[in-house]
């Protein structure tokens, strides 16, 4: 399974950005597809998870929106009102046998998208 993200850029505080993950190899549609971010100098964290519903952090809730297309393998991050605390390399993660207590969990992903870099200037 190989995943490949992209969509990052640099974006003015208040602006957007949709991060797309293609997922090939797999069975996408049995999959849990994940994003995940890690800022400079901190752990990578939980940003939002896509099951049978959406699941976000509380740090993101209302502003970042997760959604997948089956047809086309691809899960998406829908990013409103960045701040810049958002500012991070943003992964995507997928995984098929996740329980839903660990799906804010990195180590219950299976497999890992190289990163796409997101910065959001004040």
């Known amino acids: 399974v190989q995943l490949q993200a992209s969509g990052g850029g640099l974006v003015q505080a208040g602006g957007s950005l949709r991060l797309s993950c293609r997922v090939s190899g797999g069975t996408f549609h049995n999959t849990v597809m994940g994003w995940f971010r890690q800022a400079p100098g901190k752990e990578r964290r939980f940003v939002a998870a896509?099951?049978?519903?959406?699941y976000y952090a509380e740090s993101v809730k209302g502003r970042f929106t997760i959604s997948r297309d089956n047809a086309k393998n691809t899960v998406y991050l829908q990013m409103n009102s960045l701040k810049p605390e958002d500012t991070a390399v943003y992964y995507c993660a997928a995984g098929n046998r996740i329980i839903l207590s660990t799906i804010s969990e990195e180590t219950a992903y299976d497999y890992w998208g190289q990163g796409t870099q997101v910065t959001v200037s004040s």
């Open positions: 896509f099951r049978w519903r959406e």
